[in-house]
Structure formats: C-alpha cells, structure tokens
Nanobody, 122 residues
Framework: QVQLVESGGGLVQAGGSLRLSCAAS????????MGWFRQAPGKEHEFVAG????????YYADSVKGRFTISRDNAKNAVYLQMNSLKPEDTAVYYC???????????????WGKGTLVTVSS
C-alpha cells in the first residue's frame, strides 16, 4: 500500500515557476515508477511526466518537454515536478501516481494522490 500526498500548488503568473512535491508513505516506494498527471476543468486526465523506480529514466508529454522536470528521492520517499515557463494552459489539478507496471496510462496507475491545484494567470 502506498499513500501519496501532493503539495506545492498555487497561483503563479505566466512565465513563472512552481515546484510540486509528492510525499509517499510505505516502505515499498522505491519499487514504484512514479508519474504526474493533470486534469484541467472539463478535460480528461493527462499524463505529464514519469520517472522509473530508480530514477534513471524519465518521460514527458510533448506539451511540457523542455519546461518541466521530474525527479525523485527514494531516501525521502518523495517525487518532485519542477515546472518552469508556466503557461495559462498548464492550469489544472496535478496528481501524483504510482505504478508497478510499465504503462503511463491513467488506468495503469496503482495509487493516486488527491491532487494540488496549479493556476497560471496570463
């Protein structure tokens, strides 16, 4: 069992930066690949970024590539999402998720946090 709690969301102007954190409970955290998803109002969940269990491989949606960076610290049971050059279209609730699988699909994730709201003003 893994419990996930996101933090770090807020209101930021376009062009600004935010760093999201996801704190995980459970001794098996390092076994899980971790991902960030987002859901904008009226839209489906969207994959944003993912990182392998050891941190050696990272994956990004085209829409955030070059602007967002995912990282993890297994000693602290934490995963992070550094978001730079934010745009109004990045506005969404951001969710942390964990999977033992190899897919970054919404239905492939095993555990989810409750989300943190990011609002980017123009």
């Amino acid at each position: 069992q893994v419990q996930l709690v996101e933090s770090g969301g807020g209101l930021v102007q376009a062009g600004g930066s935010l760093r999201l954190s996801c704190a995980a409970s459970g001794r098996t955290f390092s076994m899980y690949a971790m991902g960030w998803f987002r859901q904008a109002p009226g839209k489906e969940h969207e994959f944003v970024a993912g990182i392998s269990w050891g941190g050696g491989n990272t994956y990004y949606a085209d829409s955030v590539k070059g602007r967002f960076t995912i990282s993890r610290d297994n000693a602290k049971n934490a995963v992070y999402l550094q978001m730079n050059s934010l745009k109004p279209e990045d506005t969404a609730v951001y969710y942390c998720a964990a999977t033992l699988g190899s897919s970054w699909s919404y239905y492939g994730m095993d555990y989810w946090g409750k989300g943190t709201l990011v609002t980017v003003s123009s």
